[in-house]
T-cell receptor, first 117, second 118 residues
Framework: AQSVTQPDIHITVSEGASLELRCNYS??????LFWYVQSPGQGLQLLLK??????LVQGIKGFEAEFKRSQSSFNLRKPSVHWSDAAEYFC???????????????FGQGTILTVHP | DTGVSQDPRHKITKRGQNVTFRCDPI?????LYWYRQTLGQGPEFLTY????????KSRLLSDRFSAERPKGSFSTLEIQRTEQGDSAMYLC????????????????FGPGTRLTVL
């Protein structure tokens, strides 16, 4: 069964500081990996995704993530955080081609990011 | 694309009542998903449609829940005899999903329907 662990429930950083949100996944085959962001009371917005190829992927709003197969990780990073980045961030894993997951996503429990001025 | 839309955005009901939610996916998207999100948790998969066919249902989807996607366009999720434990955000997502076994593709989420059962 596929699963995602986000070890940090809540992270606080100062505006302008760097950010790293951790994500570890469990999946029996080639995973497809995603990061989504959710503002309070809203739906989820896709930040970036990894399907194959270059293990460092760039996303919107200056975010990037690195896929490390040996560590089963897909950590999200941003070099300089803005106050508007305060939100909840979700890592998710889906199945690759040929699988039987029908493309459903399994999410971690999320990391709440607070940004101090 | 106008994005995924959901209606209503908020629903307050009394225990035991039936409720129905609607989801309009991005046009030409073949796949449609329903997820449920409770406070402090990530979304959990409920069910999935490839066009009009419902292909997978989570064990979270008890027999009080039913979902349809007639003609492969919009979808409805009905909850009968609501319970307080059904209180949650119900999220709909859609994706292109051309082939059944093409794996996960990018899912676009709607704003969700917040259900409160009193």
């Amino acid at each position: 069964a596929q699963s995602v662990t986000q070890p940090d429930i809540h992270i606080t950083v100062s505006e302008g500081a760097s950010l790293e949100l951790r994500c570890n996944y469990s999946y029996g085959a080639t995973p497809y990996l995603f990061w989504y962001v959710q503002s309070p009371g809203q739906g989820l917005q896709l930040l970036l995704k990894y399907f194959s190829g270059d293990t460092l992927v760039q996303g919107i709003k200056g975010f990037e993530a690195e896929f490390k197969r040996s560590q089963s990780s897909f950590n999200l990073r941003k070099p300089s955080v803005h106050w508007s980045d305060a939100a909840e961030y979700f890592c998710a894993v889906g199945g690759g081609a040929g699988g039987t997951s029908y493309g459903k996503l399994t999410f971690g429990q999320g990391t709440i990011l607070t940004v101090h001025p | 694309d106008t994005g995924v839309s959901q209606d209503p955005r908020h629903k307050i009901t009394k225990r035991g009542q039936n409720v129905t939610f609607r989801c309009d996916p991005i046009s030409e998207h073949n796949r449609l998903y329903w997820y449920r999100q409770t406070l402090g948790q990530g979304p959990e998969f409920l069910t999935y449609f490839q066009n009009e066919a419902q292909l997978e249902k989570s064990r979270l989807l008890s027999d009080r829940f039913s979902a349809e996607r007639p003609k492969g366009s919009f979808s409805t999720l009905e909850i009968q005899r609501t319970e307080q434990g059904d209180s949650a955000m119900y999220l709909c997502a859609s994706s292109l999903g051309w082939a059944l076994t093409s794996g996960t593709d990018t899912q676009y989420f709607g704003p969700g329907t917040r259900l409160t059962v009193l």
